[in-house]
């Protein structure tokens, strides 16, 4: 089954304590990304990978790393997590098609992960 | 600054009746997608429109994108209880490989 599975689905944490969230999409996709999700802010994006060593930051990146070595993995990574980054996170991933930057049909999203750092 | 608001923010309807759901931008969009999501789960990619004026149906779902590429519409008809859920449209911000969502409009069709 096409899929990208994101662990743990839920984690509670300390402030300081370094976590890495895992993602991983078994479609060969190029595009993978992560978009944190917080009540009245909606879906705002952390980070983003075009394809293998190839990552940019999104519009919230403050306080997370990621990295890109194999195609199929995107973990995310918060290494002094703060309260402010309590919320719910989903990785996503993406196929190419077209011409032109930017140029994309839609995510498949995990599940998500509910995040708590207190 | 939002770059693609939906309106309404929250609609409350009754079964059978029809619904319709906007996506503005003032940027022009290479192509937009619409999603659907239930609480706690990931948006699931619903359609993709990409020409200007592109018209597409998913059984009750009628899809559109304007005409110059800066505002999409979702029409429902004869609402079912089933499309309750958060719509939600997104796409690549021209010039870059960001993707971004709407702010999202959550809709409770009651039985």
């Known amino acids: 089954e096409a899929q990208v599975t994101q662990n743990p689905r839920y984690l509670i944490t300390v402030t300081g304590k370094k976590l890495t969230v895992t993602c991983s999409q078994n479609m060969n996709h190029e595009y993978m990304s992560w978009y944190r999700q917080d009540p009245g802010l909606g879906l705002r994006q952390i980070y983003y990978?075009?394809?293998?060593?190839?990552?940019d930051k999104g519009d919230v990146p403050e306080g997370y790393k990621v990295s890109r070595k194999e195609k199929r993995n995107f973990p995310l990574i918060l290494e002094s997590p703060s309260p402010n980054q309590t919320s719910l996170y989903f990785c996503?991933?993406?196929?190419?098609?077209?011409?032109?930057?930017?140029?994309?049909?839609?995510?498949?999203f995990g599940s998500g992960t509910r995040l708590t750092v207190v | 600054t939002q770059l693609l608001e939906q309106s309404p923010q929250f609609l409350s309807i009754q079964e059978g009746e029809n619904l319709t759901v906007y996506c503005n931008s003032s940027s022009v969009f290479s192509s937009l997608q619409w999603y659907r999501q239930e609480p706690g789960e990931g948006p699931v990619l619903l359609v993709t429109v990409v020409t200007g004026g592109e018209v597409k149906k998913l059984k009750r779902l009628t899809f559109q994108f304007g005409d110059a590429r800066k505002d999409s519409s979702l029409h429902i008809t004869a609402a079912q209880p089933g499309d309750t859920g958060l719509y939600l449209c997104?796409?690549?911000?021209?010039?870059?490989?960001?993707?971004?969502f709407g702010t999202g409009t959550r809709l409770k069709v009651l039985a």
């Open positions: 996503a991933s993406s196929i190419r098609e077209g011409e032109g930057q930017g140029f994309n049909y839609g995510y498949t």
């Open positions: 997104a796409g690549p911000y021209s010039g870059t490989y960001k993707y971004i």
């Open positions: 990978s075009m394809n293998v060593e190839v990552t």
